[in-house]
């Protein structure tokens, strides 16, 4: 990954209004921003999500609060706790999270 032509800034995210993303059950909300090609959230699930689509876009995701399931279109699965993080290229193994309890994330794609 190259980054470039973004200038240093920061970011308070608790000033960036939310986007509801419904699942297949449960809700997402995202806070985003993007800069340059790089996409930036702070994602939160409600207890009960899951996602209603399997991913194929490449992710960098870290775990901040709760607990992420990651089901891989292979059948393995993977559990997120906070201070664990997932990397997967676009293209890649197609992927789905879940959570019974909630689960606060940081991502870049």
Same mark, same amino acid.
């Given at each position: 990954m190259n980054i470039s032509d973004i200038?240093?800034?920061?970011?308070?995210?608790?000033?960036?209004?939310?986007?509801?993303? %419904?699942?297949?059950?449960? =809700?997402?909300?995202w806070r985003t921003c993007q800069f340059g %090609?790089?996409?930036v959230? =702070?994602?939160e699930y409600t207890a009960g999500y899951l996602a209603d689509h399997w991913?194929?876009?490449g992710h960098i995701l870290l775990c901040l609060e709760g607990e992420l399931h990651t089901e891989l279109d292979d059948d393995r699965r993977f559990?997120?706790?906070p201070g664990m993080s997932y990397q997967v290229a676009d293209g890649a193994e197609a992927h789905r999270s879940?959570?019974?309890?909630?689960?606060?994330?940081?991502?870049?794609d």
């Open positions: 200038p240093f800034g920061v970011t308070d995210w608790s000033q960036i209004q939310p986007t509801e993303h %419904a699942g297949e059950t449960g =809700m997402a909300y %090609a790089l996409r959230r =702070m994602v991913c194929k876009k559990v997120m706790t879940s959570t019974s309890t909630g689960a606060r994330l940081f991502i870049v």
